[in-house]
């Protein structure tokens, strides 16, 4: 491949010449934005100070925070893959960004992004497992930090937890990655809790591809419930599907004190007791769909007590039998009516949608395998070597997503203040942080000149990103 471009005109109008110049510009300048944001965090420090670096430190070109912030920037950027750190080398906006030096000293000759070996390496590094617990609990940190930033200083009273399983497909055989009937797909199968009101991501678990949903989530859900009661604030209520309502998860969220609502199986019993309300009132079926609620109170045989479960039935346009499903809750009638659970079960949606931005937008690039070091510094290696732990590796990659995600979420709710209108993670990077920019120096001083398009939005949300009162993790 080429290292620089003959100029050439194209056909269309000979008037247009095309060369390539040795000039600083770069397509993202938007990573300076989000290095304001963490560096008003204060996570990145957060981490580094509780996390293990065992590498020889005279060996070190790139320190820690350097590397986790060149991780970061890169999932939040859109360049999934390590390799592609190798061709944004010198990108001067990444430099800057991702350095732990001032001044004009990221721009200095050798002083480019961390390779993609160096990355990897870095990515076995966190993914011990004292400094994968370091980084787990970095998402929920930065979730309160962004919450309390923007309500100035103060915590939340109460917030709502959504937790569901998120199937990433994924290509290759690598480490747990199974194939999945249900989704029809080889897939991992991680486990994500939200804040429903806010939809700051907290927790990520990385699953086999082919346990259940409900696999694993008894101490998944009890840990990151008691973290987000200790950190964030009062955890008013939790939301699960289907496959979550097991006897231990109800009877801890009950003794800690936290209200439930989730989506209950059908079985026989259930729908005993369901079928009386299953017939269609006598007379002509109106052009809309009708739906009936009713209470129920049922007890599964693995639980200790009896609880309240609201019966669902709804008319479906061109069906003949009424359709119905079950929602099972810790809050009496005289807290919650059962219109008002259902509507508040229905807000599961807002998770879902973040979910899947979580998926499409930040695509985690899940493709670790378990392969020993070859080569070191150019070199080929003679001592054996460990493998590395691929699946937790992958495990890494997915939680500097949600890292990525929440710095990314931070900066689309200042835009959204900014602007008054909704905007999705999409529409942020491609209107705000991808755009053309120019970078020049001049006398020690330097300027990032944005290109006309983005600089009306970068108007706006730049003093709400300023505005915010940070107060660390």
Known sequence: MGETLQPVSPRFNRSLSILTRADRLTGDPGAILLREILEGSGIVDWMTAR???????????????????????????????????????????????????????????????????????????????????????????????GIRAERGGERARHLTLDVDSAPIEVHGHQPKAEWNGHYAARIYHPLITSIAETGDMLDARLRPGNVGTSDGALDVILDVVDRAQQSLCEVAMVRIDAGFPSAALLAGLEARGIDYVSRLRANAALDRMAAPFLKRPPGRRPTEPRMWLHELLYQADSWDRPRRVILVVKEREGDLLLDRFFLVTSRDWTRQTRHEVLEHDRERGKAEGHMGE?????????????????????????SSTPAVNAFACNEVRLLISCLAYEIMHIARRAMTRASGTGWSLRRLRERVLRAGARLTVSARRMTLALSTAATPFWAAIWPQITALHWGGP
């Not at 390799?83 to 050798?110: C, E, M, N």
């Open 51 to 145: 996390m293990v670096d065992r590498r020889r430190q005279e060996d070190v070109t790139h320190d820690l925070a350097s590397l986790l912030r060149t991780s970061v920037l890169l999932a939040a950027q859109g360049w999934r893959d390590q390799d592609d750190a190798d061709a944004l080398r010198h990108d001067p906006a990444l430099r800057l960004a991702s350095s732990s030096s001032a001044g004009l000293t990221p721009l200095a000759d050798g002083a480019g992004l961390a390779s993609q070996p160096t990355l990897s390496r870095f990515t076995a590094m966190i993914a011990a497992p004292a400094n994968l617990a370091v980084l787990r609990e970095a998402i929920l940190e930065m979730a309160g930090c």
């Open 358 to 382: 979580l998926k499409d937008v930040l695509a985690p690039a899940l493709s670790s395998t378990n392969r020993a070091k070859s080569h070191w510094r150019g070199r080929t290696t003679t």
